[in-house]
């Protein structure tokens, strides 16, 4: 859990940083700075996404994972829970649900998520999870800067998901198959470019309804090895 709770912590620091800095820089600057960091999480979704030989697969898993998003409604319960927080704490920001949202599905659709919490749980090696603090901790200062104090608050989901991952970590060894985590990897990338495409400003895809693709792609391999 250590890895876990260093990872909400510094989401947390970063976000303080970025909402401080936020009061010191221009509208123009504040898009330019969300802008940079769509283009920076396309080129990492591409990046995961293109690991893979074939699409397809992640595709396929892309498609069942939004139907059944869809269906379940993720991105409304994600969104509920961040209206919430909104008013349970009383926050004026305009996009404090929508900071929520995007900061939770992005520190939490990778698959260093799953590698870290697997590697915590099974060896107590935290290192992927430090270094995806790392990552998390500079992308919540940009983040918080555009899109306000609600991405402060994705450190319950970080804290709670990856927590509760790292927890059964001995029941999901099977995740650690280089097949399995392949498969991940290249469906994870491709819900990271839609929160890429989100920052731009480009669509509004409803990415949070994306996730159970990361299911189906974990049990891919499995079925059709």
Same mark, same amino acid.
């Given at each position: ?7 909400? +912590?510094? *989401?947390?620091?970063g976000?303080?940083v ?7 820089? /221009?509208?123009?600057?504040r898009?330019?700075l969300?802008?940079?960091l769509? %283009? ?5 979704g591409?990046?995961m996404?293109? /690991? ?5 697969p ?5 498609? %069942?994972g ?10 409304r319960?994600i969104?509920?829970?961040g ?6 704490f009383?926050s +004026? !920001? @305009? ?8 900061? /939770? ?7 260093? &998520?799953?590698?870290?919490?697997i590697q915590?749980? &099974?060896?107590?090696?935290?290192g992927?999870?430090?270094?995806? !603090? $790392? ?10 800067s &555009? $899109?306000?104090?609600?991405?402060a ?5 970080v804290?709670?998901?990856? #927590? #509760?991952? /790292?927890?059964?970590a !001995?029941?999901l ?7 399995v985590?392949? !498969?991940?990897?290249? &469906? ?8 890429g495409?989100n920052?731009? +400003?480009?669509?509004?895809i409803? *990415?949070?309804?994306? *996730?159970?693709?990361?299911v189906?792609? @974990?049990l891919?391999p499995?079925?059709?090895?």
């Amino acid at each position: 859990m250590v890895g876990t709770i260093v990872n909400a +912590g510094a *989401v947390v620091v970063g976000s303080v940083v970025g909402l401080y800095a936020g009061r010191l820089i /221009t509208d123009s600057i504040r898009g330019t700075l969300m802008h940079a960091l769509g %283009l920076a999480v396309v080129v990492i979704g591409l990046k995961m996404a293109l /690991t893979a030989d074939d699409l397809i697969p992640a595709v396929a898993c892309l498609l %069942l994972g939004g139907i059944t998003g869809e269906i379940l409604r993720i991105e409304r319960g994600i969104a509920w829970i961040g209206d919430r927080l909104k008013k349970g704490f009383k926050s +004026g !920001s @305009a996009t404090f649900v929508q900071g929520f949202v995007s900061a /939770t599905v992005l520190y939490l659709a990778g698959a260093m &998520t799953i590698v870290g919490c697997i590697q915590e749980g &099974t060896t107590g090696d935290a290192g992927v999870l430090y270094l995806k !603090s $790392l990552l998390d901790g500079v992308a919540s200062v940009a983040l918080t800067s &555009t $899109l306000g104090i609600g991405v402060a608050f994705s450190a319950l989901s970080v804290l709670v998901v990856q #927590g #509760g991952l /790292t927890i059964v970590a !001995s029941h999901l060894a099977f995740l650690q198959e280089p097949a399995v985590l392949a !498969s991940i990897t290249s &469906t994870g990338g491709l819900i990271i470019l839609g929160i890429g495409i989100n920052l731009l +400003g480009l669509l509004a895809i409803r *990415v949070g309804n994306l *996730v159970p693709a990361l299911v189906y792609a @974990a049990l891919y391999p499995l079925l059709f090895a």
